[in-house]
């Protein structure tokens, strides 16, 4: 020991020169000393003369110079690995791994020889302090709740973050005062809202209470100094008006013959401060600046009863305060909290909180699974907060082998995330195997549907490339970029997948209108007006489900238009065929001479119910009824065709093959029943079609054949192809179903 004291002094005295000031040489000195005795048996002589030849290589070589904000780094990891081996453990691999990592981090000597001089377990403490100290350069959003999560991801094992949680503790001590303002307030918001929850999840309640007292004091040093004054007690003074409030207490509860345990503290300045926050108070409005708490050891059925026995025997002592009363042992809190607080009048004047509770109540707010966190107010996960209460299990029981345990606990909490940021330092959380595309939809929809790539880290990445922990993601757009169906087999998140194939239906939509409106012209063209029903009839003759697929087909020209053309004319006659109607013989072709009618259209075909033998059919494509304007045409088989007036197919006709057209009209009533097609459009909402039906069903000859419905969630289109007997009962019809609560608009079509 003797050799390793003298081998470790002269390193200290053979950098005093230009590396210490005095000030620093005489703390080296001292916290070399404390470090040998401490890891006496633990640290084996071949280690400290490796670490000191790194060291004094290092230092000579310049890779251990003072930072850019003064700090000196060999002092600063010797100040952590002495309060490790204080307040945490003597360990060995924890030890060396604090001391040894800057060497690597300036680049001195590469991880491998870590591993080889000193083995996996300090290399892979060393390798995990040098993937947390890569997020320091990201400029990131530390108040995230994420930040905390990959900090874990990247520490690996958890003495990482006990090593970070020391090290934070010591630098929050050295900046006190510190020139860079800058400096002083980065480190302490990272303190509060990083370092400190983990020390409190871990346990480390000392060293949290510092950091958040210390936070307070940098970042506002009037309210620390104005809370710290008003106390005016010292530390042991305010121990000893513990003392003295628990004893008369003490003295009643071992008449009871209860079994307890009693503990007393003081709250910490960062702790008043909240409350005084809360509750719009000074200091000296805060009913709890004492707090007591009484642990009793009872059976599970006798715990109620003796938690208020403690009650009445501290309320007989101590006058109490009725509006801070809260039984939480009635009625538990949700988390599972329970227990019985009172704050108390106590000697001096002052207020002082007393909470009492059993050893199990005691156990479910101090381990239980998130419950004592949230109680808190820290927000936690339970696979987190029930690791990390094991780890805590671990510090607290404080046996010889603790850090063999805690060294067999990694830190794989988030294996199945990934988190990553954006090149302002913002965090985002994605799932494990996201890609840049997914990242892009997860900042704003329109950066996903222009991306055509990123910038990870400075290199270009295509849109497929899996997302790693830690990567910086700047996403690169094209204004005119849109959403693939391929994007689809590029991402895991669901908003990525809804909102691309979002993109994807509005762009088929799109299509579709196009090809509508492209039918619609082509039909136009050869004067034949479309019937939508007609073109639903023949989509599975062409090959589609749907409308919509069809006419996506027409616009994308993967579908010749004579073809729809020969399918169209193939469905009409099919219709025609169908449709059972009236057939009559040249015995009934009645002719009637009108005088006010050019001599060539002199005859007129006469159809009525006593018609027969005529070869006439009533035309599909504008399905006439009785009561409607006709005209018939001979078609090229001799049967007569016979027409609405105002069809445009007759019109067509009519100039084409004026010698094949023959004036037709009506002769009484038939008596049967016609096809008509009626188009109703309104309020897309339950029961519409069952009031539609119900109106045509109440109608005296007439007679529903079929009906298609479409919707978009808004708006209905419906179609009816009804048999009727007449104009006049269409019309009839009309009326009423406009007259229904939702539909908007009814029209007769061809």
């Not at 006010?596 to 009824?625: F, M, Q, T, W």
């Amino acid at each position: 020991m003797l050799t390793l004291l003298s081998d470790l002094h002269f390193l200290v005295l053979m950098t005093s020169n230009d590396y210490f000031t005095s000030g620093e040489q005489r703390e080296m000195q001292c916290i070399v000393r404390q470090l040998l005795s401490r890891l006496h048996g633990i640290v084996s002589q071949q280690d400290i003369r490796q670490v000191y030849e790194l060291v004094h290589a290092a230092v000579t070589g310049g890779f251990l110079d003072r930072d850019d904000n003064g700090i000196n780094p060999l002092l600063h990891q010797a100040r952590t690995a002495l309060m490790l081996c204080q307040n945490i453990v003597a360990d060995r691999s924890m030890t060396l791994a604090t001391i040894l990592y800057p060497l690597c981090h300036n680049d001195f000597i590469p991880e491998q020889q870590i591993y080889k001089q000193f083995g996996d377990d300090v290399a892979r403490l060393v390798h995990g302090l040098l993937g947390v100290s890569r997020l320091y350069g990201r400029q990131a959003a530390i108040v995230d709740e994420n930040y905390q999560k990959l900090l874990l991801t990247f520490a690996d094992d958890i003495r990482v973050i006990i090593i970070m949680i020391v090290d934070r503790v010591v630098m929050m001590r050295a900046i006190n005062h510190h020139p860079n303002e800058t400096l002083v307030h980065d480190i302490s918001m990272e303190s509060r809202y990083l370092y400190a929850p983990l020390a409190h999840r871990l346990g480390l309640y000392q060293l949290k209470t510092e950091l958040e007292d210390l936070s307070l004091k940098y970042l506002n040093r009037r309210v620390y100094t104005q809370i710290a004054n008003k106390l005016n007690e010292t530390k042991q003074q305010r121990e000893k008006y513990v003392a003295d409030f628990i004893a008369p207490i003490r003295a009643e509860l071992d008449k009871t013959g209860l079994k307890y345990e009693m503990k007393g503290r003081t709250k910490s300045i960062n702790s008043i401060w909240n409350k005084m926050k809360k509750q719009g108070v000074d200091v000296s409005g805060i009913f709890d600046l004492f707090a007591i708490r009484i642990i009793l050891d009872s059976a599970p059925d006798q715990e109620k009863r003796d938690c208020w026995l403690a009650y009445s025997i501290v309320t007989d002592i101590y006058r109490a305060n009725p509006s801070r009363h809260k039984d939480w042992i009635t009625v538990p809190k949700s988390n599972g909290y329970e227990s019985l607080h009172i704050t108390v009048y106590g000697p001096d004047d002052k207020w002082v909180e007393v909470q009492i509770r059993t050893r199990r109540m005691d156990e479910v707010a101090e381990r239980g699974l998130a419950a004592h966190w949230r109680y808190k107010g820290i927000k936690s996960e339970a696979n987190l907060d029930g690791w990390m209460n094991s780890v805590r299990e671990v510090l607290e029981a404080g046996s010889a082998g603790q850090m063999e345990l805690i060294r067999s606990m990694h830190v794989n909490l988030y294996d199945k995330e990934v988190f990553v940021f954006t090149p302002r330092g913002d965090l985002f959380q994605l799932p494990r195997g996201a890609s840049v595309l997914d990242f892009a939809f997860a900042v704003h929809t329109r950066v996903g549907q222009q991306c055509v790539g990123a910038r990870v880290d400075g290199k270009v990445q295509r849109l497929n490339y899996k997302l790693r922990n830690g990567d910086t993601i700047e996403v690169l757009t094209a204004s005119t970029q849109t959403p693939k169906q391929d994007w689809l087999a590029y991402v895991v998140t669901g908003k990525a997948r809804n909102k691309i194939r979002q993109a994807l239906n509005e762009v088929r939509m799109h299509k579709a209108e196009l090809g509508k409106e492209l039918l619609q012209r082509r039909f136009k063209n050869r004067k034949i007006e479309l019937d939508e029903a007609t073109v639903s009839r023949m989509l599975k003759r062409l090959g589609f489900k749907t409308l919509t697929d069809f006419y996506v087909a027409l616009n994308d020209e993967q579908l010749d238009i004579n073809q729809v053309f020969a399918q169209y004319d193939a469905q009409l006659q099919r219709q025609e065929e169908a449709t059972q109607l009236p057939q009559g013989t040249a015995e009934d072709f009645v002719l009637h001479p009108k005088a006010n009618e050019d001599a060539h259209h002199d005859d007129i075909l006469i159809i009525g119910d006593n018609v027969k033998g005529i070869n006439y059919r009533l035309s599909k494509c504008c399905n006439p009824i009785y009561g409607d304007r006709i005209v018939g045409f001979v078609a090229s088989d001799g049967a007569i065709k016979i027409h609405r007036a105002d069809c445009n197919n007759i019109k067509h006709l009519r100039e084409r093959y004026p010698y094949r057209i023959i004036r037709s009209a009506w002769s009484g009533k038939i008596g049967k029943q016609f096809a008509a097609t009626l188009r109703v459009v309104g309020k897309d909402s339950i029961g519409i079609v069952a009031n539609i039906t119900s109106v045509i069903n109440k109608m005296g000859d007439t007679q529903l054949r079929n009906i298609s419905v479409s919707g978009n969630g808004a708006t209905f289109e419906g179609f009816l192809v009804l048999g009727i007997s007449s104009t006049a009962l269409l019309d009839e019809l009309i009326v009423k179903l406009q007259n229904l609560r939702g539909v908007s608009l009814v029209e007769r079509r061809n």
